[in-house]
């Protein structure tokens, strides 16, 4: 079952790998992370221009938790590495939604939940997070 | 025995991971090198200033082989990402020695090694790659 939900997770980090890619973005997937001293990211690209950070979450409820922890954790990060920091959801049978670290500040408090109508009406799509508006 | 040998190299290229968050470098290993479609370094640091994707090879001999594709993924993934190419060469009770793409390409054929002596000569050391010369 844990595996199960592993797999599906990184198979959508691959998806996402795959459509960075199709955008000119260099991307990889970053191994250990939560299991290392250092913060990391789930995914890094680049298209030599902008550097975007990406913390994934994939879920099959309609509402995801966060702990302020991974927020600073990436955001300690994107500080030293220089790149945008992104939070990443994917609600099952949808698309991949984007919040920065700003957002989730200004919007919520320590520990906190994005719902799936929050991340249709506040989250940035793909073509936006790219800059296609 | 191919696990110890990739425990052994994971374990070298933890502690340039270690390295690099010690110089301000905000530092990753990539998930999937060898595994994927896509290029993928073996790690990417960057400390806003500078972008460095390095291709690690850790080895008991006394001398390394490349293949011309592993420059090749490197070279195309520096190009989209915006990072400078090294290739990190460890051989054993040594430190690191880092070549840069160009080394490689000026001075030798298709397929190629390079030896402990060599590194010891026209490689640079850590402290060389990151500037502190």
Known sequence: MIKNKKQKGSNAERELIHMLWNEGYAAIRAAGSGSCKYPVPDIIAS????????????????????????????????????????????????????FTIEDLRHTKGQNFSISESDSSIKGLTFRQLLGFF
Chains 1, 2 share one sequence.
């Open 47 to 98: 298209n030599g221009a902008r550097r975007i950070a990406i913390e994934c979450k994939i879920t099959k409820e309609s509402s995801k938790h966060f702990y302020q922890e991974e927020i600073n954790d990436l955001e300690r990060f994107c500080k030293v590495f220089g790149a945008e920091g992104y939070i990443g959801i994917k609600f099952e049978k949808q698309d991949w939604f984007f």
